[in-house]
């Protein structure tokens, strides 16, 4: 069992910046690929990035590319989602999502992860 919390989310205007981060149970958080996905009201749950377990790749949707940035640190269990440039678009809740499959996927299913953090909730004005 793997329990992911998330954090940092917040109210920013426009063009800001934010830093989310979830925190992982367990000691084999290094064994999971991580994901982020984001909710936006009435809309589904859509990928947002992803990071490979040793942290040497990353994965964007295409929408965020170039403005997010994914990082991990396994001696901690934490993983990081550095939003920059954000956009009001990006309001959503936002989600860690830990994947037990071996191959860091493009564009995976929100169906597919095996654990969830409980979200955090990033609200962007303009």
Same mark, same amino acid.
């Given at each position: 069992q793997v329990a992911?919390?998330?954090s940092g989310g917040g109210l920013v205007q426009a063009g800001g910046s934010l830093r989310l981060s979830c925190a992982a149970s367990g000691?084999? =958080?290094s064994n999971y690929i991580m994901?982020? =996905?984001r909710q936006a009201p009435g809309k589904e749950?859509?990928?947002v990035g992803g990071i490979s377990r040793s942290g040497a790749t990353t994965r964007y949707a295409d929408s965020v590319k170039?403005?997010?940035s994914i990082s991990r640190d396994n001696a901690k269990n934490t993983v990081s989602l550095q939003m920059n440039n954000?956009?009001?678009e990006d309001t959503a809740v936002y989600y860690? $999502? $830990?994947d037990s499959?071996?191959?860091l996927r493009p564009s995976p299913s929100a169906s597919g992860m095996n654990y969830w953090g409980k979200g955090t909730l990033v609200t962007v004005s303009s």
């Open positions: 992911l919390v998330e000691r084999t =958080f994901y982020w =996905f749950r859509e990928f170039g403005r997010f954000l956009k009001s860690c $999502a $830990a499959r071996v191959v």
